[in-house]
């Protein structure tokens, strides 16, 4: 049954991208995915074509779910200048509340993948210029409502405040004192003030 | 009479920091390792033990020896502000620079610290002291008066290093110079000069 079928490959795909996400691309061999995902190295090759196929599917699989959490974190927040904080909050949560140490999907594959592979790197790229495009959109609302001051350059804090998230990522990898996340976070409020 | 060493310790390690930068550990292997050193596997197991071993050597090598271009001549500048900006504009670098990546610990920091205690130590020490050094060049920079007074320099540090990272990565990612761009004009602006 199709519907059932959608559902199977939802779930396969969810164990993979956890597998991926947290081992990497190279360290994670078609047995691991044969063991992670409960379907045969068949139905793997039939559905996705190769390990790499699957990779590629894993990550746009994460994409939907960091779309989804990107605006159920709008949703929760009183204004745009508070979603900015939030979305740098839940990073900070991921760590101090969820105990996540395995940092961000997209950019452990852009460290271990981009810079060799270029469909990959397109991948990445695109899912950053997608970040960037949101805080700057959150910005310019931020103007709009009179939050965010007019002196405030929304593309080029946007920018700042991508390379300050992916930085704020990278930190909650290793075992930080949670005061470093909060400055931090604290930069990225100054920046829009 | 024991063999005559036909290696330094530092050459071994040196030579195998370009292979892990390169691939990542998991990756390589230490017969790749010998083969790029010139030497046969049992002498490198002799003299490093294992490759997780020769791993943390070459990334506290790393820490202790290379860092990011420009790091380590924050402590002495004679203009700590200008200094600081030099580091960002080192990492953007002018093209030619090897698209591996910058820097080992990040690299590293990706792949292996949610599980390995051992090298989490290393990285988050070496995050430390670049946070460190961020901190005093921006305390100097600020007696000196190259920077306005009442910048807040923990938080300043902080956010160098973690924009530091961030622009690391987007380096690796290959985006446009202009993102890459707008970093460094951020610093700037974190680093006011007094009016």
């Known amino acids: 049954m199709p519907r059932k079928k959608q559902f199977e490959i939802d779930d396969a795909l969810t164990k993979a991208m956890r597998e991926f996400w947290g081992r990497g691309y190279h360290p994670t061999s078609m047995q691991d995915l044969v063991d992670c995902m409960g379907i045969g ?34 949703a929760k927040s009183t204004s745009p200048a508070d979603s900015i904080m939030n979305v740098f909050e839940g990073a900070i949560a991921a760590l101090v509340v969820e105990g996540s140490r395995d940092g961000c999907f997209i950019i452990n594959t852009a460290v271990e993948l981009a810079a060799h592979d270029d469909e990959v790197a397109e991948v990445v790229t695109a899912m950053f210029r ?7 959109a959150l910005i310019e609302q931020g103007q709009e409502e009179g939050e965010v001051p007019r002196t405030v350059d929304s593309v080029l804090t946007a920018r700042s405040l991508l390379s300050l998230y992916i930085g704020l990522r990278i930190l909650t990898r290793s075992n930080p004192d949670v005061s470093v996340l909060q400055a931090i976070k604290n930069q990225a409020g100054d920046l829009i003030s | 009479m024991p063999r005559k060493k036909t290696f330094t310790i530092e050459f071994a390690l040196d030579k195998a920091m370009e292979l892990f930068w390169e691939r990542g550990y998991q990756s390589t292997s230490m017969r790749e390792i010998a083969d790029h050193l010139g030497l046969s596997r049992s002498s490198i197991y002799a003299t490093f033990g294992d ?13 202790s020896e290379c860092r990011a271009p420009g790091l380590s001549e924050l402590a002495n500048a004679e203009a700590p502000r200008s200094a600081l900006i030099r580091v960002f504009e080192l990492a953007i670098g002018t093209g030619e620079v090897p698209k591996h990546g910058h820097c080992l610990l990040i690299n590293t920091a990706m792949q292996l610290m949610s599980t390995d205690p051992e090298v989490t130590q290393v990285v988050e020490s070496a995050f430390l002291d670049m946070e460190a050094s961020f901190r005093r060049a921006v305390e100097r920079a600020a007696s000196q008066g190259e920077v306005a007074g009442g910048v807040n320099t923990t938080q300043t540090a902080r956010a160098l290093l973690s924009l530091y990272l961030g622009l690391c990565v987007l380096i690796r990612s290959g985006v446009r110079e202009s993102v890459l761009r707008a970093t460094v004009d951020q610093v700037e602006t974190m680093l006011p000069a007094p009016d």
């Not at chain 1, 997608?130 to 700057?136: D, G, P, S, V, W």
């Open chain 2, 51 to 63: 490759k997780h071993t020769l791993f943390v050597e070459t990334l506290r090598r790393y820490g």
């Open chain 1, 130 to 136: 997608q970040t960037e495009q949101a805080f700057r």
């Open chain 1, 41 to 74: 190295r068949g139905s793997i090759y039939d559905t996705f074509g190769s390990k790499r196929g699957l990779f590629l599917r894993t990550l746009d699989h994460y994409l939907k779910i960091y779309l989804a959490t990107f605006q159920e974190t709008l």
